[in-house]
């Protein structure tokens, strides 16, 4: 029985009937050594087997952190047999961090989402409860794992997921789960326990009251302490009262434990050192280790019958009874015990299958420098790397290069671990390793990836610019021995010196690309082109530069330049050349390409042009969608700047789309990092400014606007601010107002130049709005026409210009005619989702006579979709499965059903076959 824990029974007894009742959910039960964490999984567990309900267990084991996907292994071994079931990138990740094949896995989170997709096949058959003690120690990759399944549940998945964590020194924050934290039993709970205890009755009344006292309600000090107090009470020691003060409550419990140990035979503690190294609990391993020290089985006994130790069911497993009985047993040993130890399981150890451990006890075993150890310790780093288990790489590497003979050694195995801390979101400790490395080498190629390292990790903790500039120097280094690899760390220069409009890092970048000379052939040749013609045009060159910067979008989309950042880099290209259908065409298979290599890390950058590609495009649900799913991605991984980014973009969506409220709340938080990010600022701000026009308020939409087209971003993308700044400007100050020509030559002199129908157009809608006489309707016609070139009438920028000629033509008292236009404008935004533009145009028509029209919310089926499910819509209308889908989208594919199963009706379907006729 639990005493004195009935919320937290009930917060159980709430996530069970959930489970079979179909619904997901994930919890972390959070509390000190002793509160009863592994009790409360007990309790679930059993309550779980008694409806029914199938139960996974897990743990973490401190001794296996730097073993790569131990703890997922303990968990998911079982069920190898249904790896076949998964989709192909998922499955071939799973088998290889299980060590079952060799194929490398690019992308740490691809695992994650292979978890997820198992655990929800097996939910399918039955309802699952998986628990996860001491998760605080499980190594890293398994955590990454466990946990992003965890957030992104769906409540369809008849899975709950419930993990126990100690609080102690090592902090282990879990954000995106909910936590139940687990205090100290109060004083009559308390009370209850001792007395439900043998113990507990014997003791006499002060040092039962003194127990209580400063127990602080923890019930594993209440049951072991009060053992110790009765037995030296029994023992005749009237101070036993008194000797529970001087020690913290962590601290009472382990002398307590220490107590019992040190009354074992010393053949009995070497062994259960043996079982404390190795951390397996596999007793075979610990036998054959314990005969080389010359022990056996029969030395086990004493710790069996004091019930330190407990052997499973099967009789080939060995555990303590508490995790903190192992932390004493191995921090009391002395330091040749423990060497020993380690040897003879190294010894021990000899199958391919052991490596990594025997890489480790090897480790801990040298007393000092040991080349040979350390090539043990590489080799384990790179089967982790393969697998995907990126901090067990650095922490294989760093160990490494602590037993490392010769300095450059040590530094280039430093560099390979800062390499892989950054890969496994380590920020701290990348830096650290890379400033070693930086210190102890002097090669270039060395100093230079820990220059690199560096550089990434500034761009999240501090700025883009401090990014470019770390890999400006980097790349300096290796520029004459390596260019290539040079290209790629100014590539990452060049695009942070892009975010925060940094003329000079962005000088320097042009410069050092165009004195690199790469290989005859190289893939890299327009990618270095396009790069040097974005530098100057980012300086205000408008016409020799376009060439090289087409040629690159051209490049990416013939799949010569498969790079993702390079790629990335084209999109950019292509948008500055108002080339909108290049640049999405290139994005939609970039992100193809990433959800298909299972590249996750890498998605939410990719998804971050790919909506505005959509957004410039008028395709406003699907530019919500790609940030929707951006957004959720970046937060689950824990990428908080790309979530800014994101909402920047985000901002300027919902200026259009009409959620007013939302569009300043989102802009707000951006606006608040503009010093670092001036170019998402001026994002924000430029939805600020349409939200604004859309409403009437030219004068504000006049400053907003005139701040986005004088700021440091005016030469990147925001120079397509321009055409809505020259209508706030004719608003609010007549076509005659200097105000509206003031950035009107520069966006002409690009729009000249970039040489499309939609530059074009926006050029002749200015043009038009400056206009006297009769001038404009010609302006305004042939705007449309190339608008009708660039996609038909179906975009924003078109309905804009038609209102505008409609507006226009209705002054004129071209009754007809303006109708038409204007009508033909509403409807479209009406269709896009843009709210207020409906409104307005809907407002003029008004002015004519026309009856204001009903709203209809039918006119586009898929607004009433939420993003996700508009995602999960389309590609079931391109004939994708639902574990195809959820292979995609990172969803589990009963969560995809659901939201199949909420779309239809919506949407006017009942079959996945009638989606064809949807224009989707």
Not at 104 to 131: K, M, N, Q, Y
Not at 285 to 308: H, I, K, N, T
Not at 510 to 522: K, T
Request: aromatic share 4%; net charge negative; with cysteine.
């Amino acid at each position: 029985m639990l005493v004195g824990r009935g919320r937290e029974l009930e917060r159980i007894a709430l996530a069970l009937a959930d489970v079979r009742a179909g619904r997901g959910g994930a919890l972390v039960i959070r509390g000190e050594a002793g509160m009863g964490k592994t009790s409360l999984l007990d309790h679930a567990a059993a309550g779980g087997a008694g409806e029914g309900v199938r139960v996974v267990r897990g743990m973490g084991i401190e001794s296996e952190t730097e073993l790569p996907f131990g703890g997922l292994h303990m968990m998911l071994h079982p069920f190898a047999d249904r790896f076949g079931t998964l989709p192909a990138q998922q499955a071939a990740a799973l088998r290889s961090a299980f060590g079952l094949a060799e194929a490398p896995v690019h992308d740490r989170f691809l695992i994650g989402a292979a978890t997820l997709t198992l655990l929800s096949e097996l939910a399918g058959e039955r309802p699952l409860l998986c628990l996860v003690d001491d998760a605080q120690w499980l190594d890293r990759a398994s955590a990454d794992a466990l946990f992003f399944a965890a957030r992104r549940l769906g409540a369809a998945d008849p899975l709950v997921m419930i993990f126990a964590v100690r609080d102690g020194a090592r902090p282990f924050p879990v954000p995106g789960i909910e936590a139940l934290p687990l205090g100290g039993l109060d004083r009559p709970a308390a009370a209850e326990l001792l007395d439900a205890h043998d113990a507990g009755t014997r003791l006499t009344v002060p040092a039962r009251e003194r127990l209580l006292d400063e127990a602080g309600g923890n019930p594993l000090a209440l049951i072991e302490l009060a053992a110790v107090l009765a037995a030296e009470e029994a023992a005749g020691r009237t101070d036993a009262a008194g000797r529970v003060g001087p020690l913290r409550v962590g601290g009472r419990v382990q002398e307590a434990f220490r107590l019992q140990l040190k009354e074992m035979p010393p053949a009995t503690r070497l062994l259960l050192l043996v079982v404390a190294a190795d951390g397996t609990a596999d007793l075979g391993v610990v036998l054959r280790a314990a005969s080389v020290l010359g022990l056996a089985a029969a030395d086990l006994g004493p710790a069996e019958e004091a019930r330190l130790v407990v052997l499973g069911a099967s009789g080939e497993e060995v555990r303590f009874r508490h995790p903190l009985i192992r932390a004493v047993t191995y921090q009391d040993a002395a330091h040749h015990q423990r060497i020993a130890v380690h040897d003879a399981l190294a010894a021990t150890l000899t199958g391919p299958a052991h490596a990594d451990r025997r890489a480790w006890h090897l480790a801990a075993a040298a007393a000092g420098p040991d080349e040979a150890v350390a090539a043990e310790l590489e080799r384990a780093a790179r089967r982790a790397g393969q697998r995907g288990g990126s901090a067990a790489v650095a922490a294989a590497y760093e160990r490494a290069a602590r037993l490392s003979v010769d300095r450059e050694g040590r530094a280039r195995r430093i560099a390979s671990a800062a390499r892989a801390a950054y890969d496994a979101g380590q920020p701290d400790r990348a830096t650290r390793l890379a400033a070693e490395a930086a210190s102890l080498t002097r090669e270039p190629a060395v100093a230079a990836e820990a220059l690199y390292v560096r550089a990434q990790v500034e761009y999240e903790r501090t700025s883009p610019a401090a990014d470019a500039a770390l890999a400006l120097e980097g790349a300096e280094l290796i520029a004459s021995s390596d260019p290539e690899r040079a290209v790629s760390m100014l590539t990452e220069a060049m695009w942070c010196a892009r975010d925060a409009c940094a003329r000079d890092l962005l000088g320097r970048g042009v410069d050092r690309l165009a004195s690199v000379v790469l290989p005859p052939g190289s893939a890299l040749v327009p990618v270095v082109d396009g790069l040097v013609a974005y530098g100057r045009f980012a300086e205000g060159a408008a016409g020799e530069v376009v060439p090289p910067m087409r040629a690159l979008v051209e490049a990416a989309r013939a799949g010569t330049v498969d790079d993702l950042v390079q790629r990335l880099i084209a999109v950019l290209m292509g948008l500055l050349v108002a080339d909108d259908e290049a640049a999405a065409e290139v994005l939609e298979a970039a992100a193809a390409d990433a959800r298909a290599e299972g590249a996750l890390g890498w998605l939410p950058y990719a998804l971050e042009p790919l909506a505005i590609a959509r957004l410039l495009r008028g395709d406003f649900r699907g530019a919500e969608a790609a940030l929707a799913e951006g957004v959720s991605l970046a937060t689950d991984i824990g990428m908080d700047m790309q979530v800014t980014v994101l909402k920047g973009i985000a901002a300027r969506l919902e200026a259009v789309t009409g959620d007013a409220c939302r569009c300043r709340s989102l802009a707000g938080e951006v606006l608040e990092h503009a010093d670092l990010h001036p170019v998402n600022a001026a994002l924000a701000s430029w939805g600020l400014g349409l939200l604004d026009l859309a409403e009437g308020r030219a004068e504000a939409a006049l400053e907003r606007l005139g701040a986005v087209c004088s700021g440091p971003a005016r030469h990147d993308l925001l120079v397509r601010a321009v055409p809505d700044q020259v209508e706030a400007a004719v608003r609010a100050a007549g076509r005659a107002s200097d105000r509206a020509r003031t950035y009107l030559p520069a966006f002409l002199e690009w729009a000249g130049h970039a040489d499309g129908p939609t530059a074009a157009a926006l050029a002749l809608r200015c043009r038009a709005l400056l206009a006297e006489g009769d001038e404009p309707g010609g302006h305004y016609r042939a705007a449309l026409e190339l608008h009708e070139q660039a996609g038909g009438d179906r975009g924003c920028d078109a309905a804009r210009t038609g209102l505008l000629y409609g507006e226009w033509l209705r002054r004129r008292r071209r009754r007809t005619e303006a109708r038409e236009q204007l009508t033909r404008a509403r409807d479209t935004f009406a269709r896009l989702g843009a709210e207020r533009w409906a409104e307005r145009a809907g407002a003029e028509l008004e002015v004519l006579g026309d009856r204001p029209v009903a709203r209809a919310q039918d006119a586009d089926l898929l607004k009433r979709l939420t993003p996700q499910e508009l995602q999960v819509v389309r590609l079931a209308a391109a004939g994708y499965s639902n574990r195809e889908i959820g292979a995609q989208l990172y969803l589990s594919p009963r969560t995809v059903g659901h939201h199949l199963y909420k779309a239809f009706p919506k949407i006017g379907v009942t079959r996945r076959m009638e989606l064809g006729r949807l224009r989707l």
